[in-house]
T-cell receptor
Framework: KAGVTQTPRYLIKTRGQQVTLSCSPISGHRSVSWYQQTPGQGLQFLFEYFSETQRNKGNFPGRFSGRQFSNSRSEMNVSTLELGDSALYLC?????????????FGPGTRLTVL | AQTVTQSQPEMSVQEAETVTLSCTYDTSENNYYLFWYKQPPSRQMILVIRQEAYKQQNATENRFSVNFQKAAKSFSLKISDSQLGDTAMYFCAFMKRTGAGSYQLTFGKGTKLSVIP
């Protein structure tokens, strides 16, 4: 079974621009979560989607948004980029069963904001 | 809110030796899950081992095992017969179910493990 895939792997943008990152979950997984990883703040939860609905959101400004499609693929969007948005963005998928929900991660998208 | 603390920013171990990475967490929840993930230089986050809080038996996965002390809120990872490929950043993570049915991981700051030949 193929793992979680993320595109693009690397991205360079300038301040003020917007960016869209994509995540394809493991086949059969219905939940997609996004995390931001920076040297200073570590790994922080952004949001989680299940059945095209955002079920949970972390403490990030409204510039960070996402969506999920009917095939469970997810995108996250960051508008009006700031230098501090430079980070590794990790996507994780899970089956979203009732009793357990182990998350499996993709390789990440490295975003650099100049 | 949950917090996860990894008190060892960096550790090293000789190849074939055993090393233990520490993790403590703070929560008022009774039902939760604990994980160890490794992130090698490739940056791919890889699941190492999982522990359900309601299980008293410590989880094991080949050379990896945990010492789960629920009352002490401690969750350490033991790596036996360390291999060069174990060199990575190791993250301890806590997971609980939210009211909306979502699961969210809270990570520690990580321990950088170097395996020395």
């Amino acid at each position: 079974k193929a793992g979680v895939t993320q595109t693009p792997r690397y991205l360079i943008k300038t301040r003020g621009q917007q960016v869209t990152l994509s995540c394809s979950p493991i086949s059969g997984h219905r939940s997609v979560s996004w995390y931001q990883q920076t040297p200073g703040q570590g790994l922080q939860f952004l949001f989680e989607y299940f059945s095209e609905t955002q079920r949970n959101k972390g403490n990030f400004p409204g510039r960070f948004s996402g969506r999920q499609f009917s095939n469970s693929r997810s995108e996250m969007n960051v508008s009006t980029l700031e230098l501090g948005d430079s980070a590794l963005y990790l996507c994780a998928s899970s089956f979203a069963g009732e009793s357990t929900d182990t998350q499996y991660f993709g390789p990440g998208t490295r975003l650099t904001v100049l | 809110a949950q917090t996860v603390t990894q008190s060892q920013p960096e550790m090293s171990v000789q190849e074939a030796e055993t090393v233990t990475l520490s993790c403590t967490y703070d929560t008022s929840e009774n039902n939760y899950y604990l994980f160890w993930y490794k992130q090698p230089p490739s940056r791919q986050m890889i699941l190492v081992i999982r522990q359900e809080a309601y299980k008293q038996q410590n989880a094991t996965e080949n050379r990896f095992s945990v010492n789960f002390q629920k009352a002490a809120k401690s969750f350490s990872l033991k790596i036996s017969d360390s291999q060069l490929g174990d060199t990575a950043m190791y993250f301890c993570a806590f997971m609980k179910r939210t009211g909306a049915g979502s699961y969210q991981l809270t990570f520690g700051k990580g321990t950088k493990l170097s395996v020395i030949p």
